[in-house]
């Protein structure tokens, strides 16, 4: 008996004007737990494939490469003897059909540090539409790592501040959080990078931690990499001229909520396009279970290959391939 799916935000009627269908899948989630684990990247993949091509090319691997159907996880494809072969084939098949997001862990911690705790939290945070604290962010987490356990224990003390789910008490991990930035400013890590450090005031963090927890949905989860994943995906796909409808494996991240206020900040965007102002590239989100989704399928063995081997997305899987849309 399979539990009934969550999340979501399928579109409130039909979707007008120019719209691109995808699938998508992520490989290295693991929650809140983005320190400790053994996959330091996510990635975001999505297909434009209709149902019969992702059938097409899943019955190929399994035939023509002799496959079975749990060798389609991309552990077992990448071990198989002849995966190189397979491999090749398979991103052939899906050059200019797919696009691959890619998320550094560390690194997205370091964005959430500058985004959440200088400036207002916002659901743009970590996308392309919001980069103005960029610079700093690369900054700090450049000259961070060379500060070896004290680097650790200051992203710890940030993951256990913000986590919105046991977390200990609020005096207790705020105290810890500054002793850690104090002890990394110790290290003179550089203008840049101290600068960002200095910024961090105890009652502007104070004040955000109050709004975590008093539910203040307006802030974005801050350890959830899947919501911009999501967006740059979208902002891909969509590159101003069209909308986009999303199938997506799922996931408990994406629950309609914070769907809707995704959608809302694409859609006061600044991206030069076709669409008219106010109208969402998002059109909706459709949450499948992957095992009736042939696509799912497929999007789910690209980011579970491009996770393991990053080398293999070159340039066709990027970016999705340019939008033409007929004159008029």
């Known amino acids: 008996m399979r539990s009934p799916l969550q999340g979501g935000l399928p579109p409130s009627g039909p979707v007008a004007g120019a719209v691109v269908e995808i699938a998508c899948d992520e490989s290295g989630f693991s929650g809140t737990n983005l320190l400790h684990s053994t996959a330091p990247v996510i990635t975001h ?24 159907a749990h060798e389609l996880k991309s ?36 964005t959430r540090i500058v985004d959440f705790l200088l400036t207002e939290p916002s659901y743009a945070a970590g996308t ?3 980069r103005d604290q960029e610079a700093a962010a690369r900054a700090l987490h450049e000259a961070g790592r060379t500060a070896g ?24 991990t705020l105290l810890r959080f500054f002793q850690a930035r104090d002890a990394l400013l110790g290290h003179r890590l550089g203008a840049a990078a101290d600068a960002v450090l200095d910024g961090l005031h105890p009652q502007r963090v104070r004040a955000l931690v109050a ?10 989860p ?23 409808l999303v199938t997506h494996d799922e996931q408990s991240a994406l ?20 669409l008219p102002p ?34 293999v997305i070159g340039d066709g899987l990027r970016q999705p391939p340019p939008v033409s849309c007929p004159e008029g």
């Open 128 to 130: 392309r539409l919001a």
């Open 211 to 220: 709004r975590l927890d008093g539910d203040d949905r307006s802030v974005p």
């Open 149 to 172: 356990g004290d680097w650790a224990a200051f992203l710890a003390a940030f993951v256990d501040l913000v986590r919105m789910k046991r977390r200990p008490p609020t005096d207790l």
């Open 222 to 244: 801050p350890l959830e990499p899947l919501l911009p994943a999501l967006a740059e995906t979208v902002l891909s796909w969509s590159a101003g001229q069209r909308r986009v």
């Open 75 to 110: 552990g077992q494809f990448l071990r198989r003897p002849g995966a190189g072969e397979a491999l090749e084939w398979f991103r052939t098949a899906l050059t200019g059909r797919a696009h691959v997001h890619l998320i550094d862990k560390e690194f997205f911690l370091v």
């Open 45 to 68: 993949a999505s297909v434009d494939l209709v149902a019969d091509e992702a059938v097409a090319l899943v019955t190929t691997l399994r035939s023509g490469f002799r496959f079975s």
């Open 278 to 311: 106010g109208v969402s590239p998002l059109a909706g989100l459709l949450m499948v279970d992957s095992r009736d989704d042939p696509r799912v399928q497929v999007a789910d063995l690209l980011a579970g290959v491009a996770r393991r081997m990053p080398g």
């Open 255 to 274: 629950t309609a909520d914070r769907l809707t206020r995704l959608q809302r900040v694409l859609a006061g965007a600044s991206v030069a396009g076709a």
